[in-house]
Nanobody, 117 residues
Framework: QVQLVESGGGLVQAGGSLRLSCVAS????????MGWYRQAPGKQRELVAT???????NYVDSVKGRFTISRDNAKNTVYLQMNSLKPEDTAVYYC???????????WGKGTLVTVSS
């Protein structure tokens, strides 16, 4: 069974913080590096952070120094700590394996992050 359940989104003022969580099914989580993606209104989905099975994180330039990705292998869960949030971070955030395909792979419902100015 395939599962991706994201949570933790909400409305926050600029400069604030949120922590997103994603519980994945074992078949997705254990075999792959994982990533957090986001899709802003009218824009394509983009990969913002990835983490290897050993915990090595990588980030897109726009979130470096503000976001931290982590994973708990015992819980099949990946997290995204988001600090110093900006209005341009507003988007629906999704987790999935690294290099997931928008059309071919299963996606969860995502969690909406709204940052007000």
């Amino acid at each position: 069974q395939v599962q991706l359940v994201e949570s933790g989104g909400g409305l926050v003022q600029a400069g604030g913080s949120l922590r997103l969580s994603c519980v994945a099914s074992r078949n997705i989580f254990s075999a792959n590096a994982m990533g957090w993606y986001r899709q802003a209104p009218g824009k394509q989905r983009e990969l913002v952070a990835t983490i290897t099975r050993n915990g090595w994180g990588n980030y897109v330039d726009s979130v470096k120094g503000r976001f931290t990705i982590s994973r708990d292998n015992a819980k099949n869960t990946v997290y995204l700590q988001m600090n110093s949030l900006k209005p341009e971070d507003t988007a629906v955030y999704y987790c999935n394996k690294d290099r997931a395909d928008t059309g071919r792979d299963f996606w969860g419902k995502g969690t909406l992050v709204t940052v007000s100015s």
